[in-house]
Nanobody
Framework: QVQLVESGGGLVQPGGSLRLSCAASGTIVSVYDMGWYRQVPGKERELVASITSGDSANYADSAKGRFSISRDSAKNTVYLQMNSLKPEDTAVYYC??????????WGQGTQVTVSS
């Protein structure tokens, strides 16, 4: 069984920073990629950033230049450093893990609120 545990969400003022972490546990083999999605009520879940096992990163246009994704393969952990946060970044952020032969997994979500 694979479990994803997220941490690091919270309330931050516009222009501030947050760092999200997601630790995967269980049988973690043949990782294709890990990443972060976000969702606001009434809208579809959208990709924020992802990183492959070869450390190739992909960002949504809204995240480019402000967010940075990284991973620690030894710890099966992915991080999302979010800088220059805007109110429109407010959402529930979900960790995502894609294993080549075992499918996809999601974390429980962590709330990020950007407000003064």
């Amino acid at each position: 069984q694979v479990q994803l545990v997220e941490s690091g969400g919270g309330l931050v003022q516009p222009g501030g920073s947050l760092r999200l972490s997601c630790a995967a546990s269980g049988t973690i083999v043949s990782v294709y990629d890990m990443g972060w999605y976000r969702q606001v009520p009434g809208k579809e879940r959208e990709l924020v950033a992802s990183i492959t096992s070869g450390d190739s990163a992909n960002y949504a246009d809204s995240a480019k230049g402000r967010f940075s994704i990284s991973r620690d393969s030894a710890k099966n952990t992915v991080y999302l450093q979010m800088n220059s946060l805007k109110p429109e970044d407010t959402a529930v952020y979900y960790c995502h893990l894609h294993l080549r032969f075992r499918g996809e997994y999601w974390g429980q979500g962590t709330q990020v609120t950007v407000s003064s």
